[in-house]
Structures are given as structure tokens and as C-alpha cells.
């Protein structure tokens, strides 16, 4: 659910913005907002809670600017902008440092672990992952809507550029695990 959680703002944003995209941007906002209120009352330091922030940071701007122009031409292209938005966000933490999902990961993983350099790396790919889903979909999105693609054009870039990166999310550090233990020396086990 940690993963899943996250988008849970971008979600709400979507199936609202089809009826009005400055409904969405507020209703994004006002979830991440919740979101991130919860998890710092429970103790989640702001360094776990990037892709909050940025969610949030990213509704603020949005909103600001459906509500200050309801007619403004960005409404046509909040598809391919929240994409590139989000695929900043990862690219951008991984550039900082601190991927987004490590954040996530720690509260899923017991603390003894959280300074081993395969505990970041393996953070490290799965945010590049989430990175390259993210970009996949916003130059998907992007071309598809200058060449007018048909919608399935759009929903197909949806679901591999989000269950890929999905997919390796819950495959690779299993993985990843598995094969630090067998390089473990059997006294160290």
C-alpha cells in the first residue's frame, strides 16, 4: 500500500479533473494535503515524504493557476505536466540524493537496514524505474496528443509506463536480497 498511497492525490485529481480541472487541482491538494499532514503526526520526517511535498507543491501551482484562469491552455496539456512533474521529482531526487522511495521504503523496512549501501541502491533503480515510468508516459501522452492518437494510445502508455516500474517495485528487491545472501559467507548468515 506504501506506493499505491502516494498517487493517491494524483488519482483523485484525475477522475475529478474530468468534470473540472480546477476541482481537480483542489481536490489533489486538499488529499495530499491530508496525506501529508498524517504522516508527519505519525512521526514521518519531511526527508521520507518527497514525493508528498512535491505532490502537493505540484497542486499549489496547478491550482493557482486553474483558479486565477479557468480558460488557460495548460487545462488541455494537466496530463503530460503531472507526468513531467513526477518524473522530475524522481529524476530530480535521485540527483539530490534521496529517492523518493526510500522515504516509503523505511517504513516498510526495520531501521538496521536503512544505512546498507544495497538498502540506497536498490532505491536507487527501483526510483529510476518509477523515473523512466514517469517520463515514458508524460512523451507518451505528449505525442499522442499532438498527433491526435486515438485515447487507447494514452491509456496504453498509462498502464506500462505505471505497472513496469510496479512490477519491478515488488520484484527487485526480493531479488536484490536474495542475491546479497548468497554472496553472504555462510559464517556471516
Known sequence: MGYVR????????????????????????????????????RGVGLDA????IATVAYFVVIGAVAVADPGSGLADHTDVISFAWLAATAWGSLVIARPFTLGIAKRQTPREYWDMPEFIQVNNYITSAWGAGFTFIGVSLAISNAVDAPAWVGIAA????????????KVYPA?????????????AV
Do not use: M
Not at 175 to 187: K, M, V
Open 6 to 41: 502516494g498517487f493517491i492525490p494524483w488519482i483523485v485529481a484525475g477522475v475529478i479533473s474530468s468534470f473540472d480541472w480546477r476541482w481537480g487541482a483542489v481536490g489533489g491538494l486538499v488529499t495530499g494535503l491530508l496525506l501529508l499532514l498524517q504522516d508527519r503526526r
Open 49 to 52: 515524504l518527497i514525493l508528498e
Open 158 to 169: 498509462h498502464v506500462a509506463g505505471l505497472v513496469g516500474p510496479a512490477v519491478f517495485t
Open 175 to 187: 531479488r536484490a536480497q536474495a542475491r546479497l545472501l548468497a554472496q553472504a559467507p555462510a559464517n
